[in-house]
């Protein structure tokens, strides 16, 4: 089993802390967000990590003396969406975990043996322009709507895909790419378009467990949430 950390973005709703730090890189309660995730990968037994960079590359050299990660750059990160940055490491795609770069796990709540594709989710109060999943009393997968809502299961962008599956998506991916029309598409596009061949279900988890941190003000409601658990 391995994982794709996707690390590519320039986080401008971050700034002035991303004019410097790529934004997986900023620091969460003293440590980095993307190094939370790498000890926790670590810790369920995933050696082979990928972490595919971009905006400040440079700045990931790091990782790979301390945790021994292989690192993919991403050239075109301000030209495309992350379907892209996903493109260039679709050959790693089989058993892996995929995960955006920009998540805070707050728990370990990774599997150390999934037995089918998985998108991890938790529910959202009043969420604006989210990936709505949308199962069956099975739990497979079989939509995905972006809408507003309250109480439904998110994309909280992190997943695992098997062997089985990732051949499909890689294969759409390759279509994708060398038709050109990608310019407004997301790599999770490319799982929504072919969900009726695959075998994707929802693994749930709290509302805590994991915060995706895309501007400052998703950093300061992080903290004030970690800060309340703290006192109690």
């Known amino acids: 089993m391995r994982a794709i950390l996707l ?4 986080g401008t709703r971050l700034r002035p802390l ?3 730090t790529p934004k997986s890189l900023v620091e969460v309660n003293g440590k980095p967000m993307l190094e939370k995730q790498i000890e926790f990968l670590r810790e369920k037994g995933v050696q082979e990590i990928i972490v595919v960079t971009g905006y400040l590359h440079e700045k990931f050299n790091y990782l790979t003396e301390k945790y021994g990660v ?5 050239d075109k990160y301000n030209q495309y969406n992350n379907i892209y940055t996903m493109y260039l490491v679709r050959e790693y795609l089989t058993d892996s975990y995929v995960i955006d770069a920009d998540v805070y796990l707050h728990r370990n709540f990774l599997l150390k043996n999934p037995q089918t594709s998985l998108y ?4 959202k109060p009043d969420f ?8 069956d009393e099975n739990d497979r ?8 809502g309250n109480d439904d299961y998110i994309l909280c962008g992190i997943s695992y895909w098997s062997k089985q599956d990732a051949e499909k998506i890689q ?8 038709a050109g029309n990608f310019t407004d598409l997301y790599w999770d596009d490319v799982v929504k378009q072919n969900l009726s061949s695959l075998q994707v279900h929802l693994h749930r988890i709290q509302s805590d467990d994991s ?12 903290q004030e949430i970690l800060k309340l658990q703290d006192t109690k």
Do not use: P
Request: proline content about 0%; aromatic content about 10%.
């Open 128 to 135: 604006k322009n989210e990936w709505v999943l949308r199962y």
């Open 120 to 123: 991890f989710s938790s529910k």
């Open 18 to 20: 991303t004019l410097t």
């Open 171 to 178: 294969a759409s991916l390759e279509q994708i790419i060398a």
């Open 70 to 74: 292989t690192l993919v750059h991403n």
């Open 141 to 148: 997968i079989y939509d995905i709507e972006v809408r507003d």
């Open 7 to 10: 690390a590519a973005g320039m």
């Open 211 to 222: 915060f995706e941190i895309d501007s400052l003000e998703d950093l300061r409601k992080m």
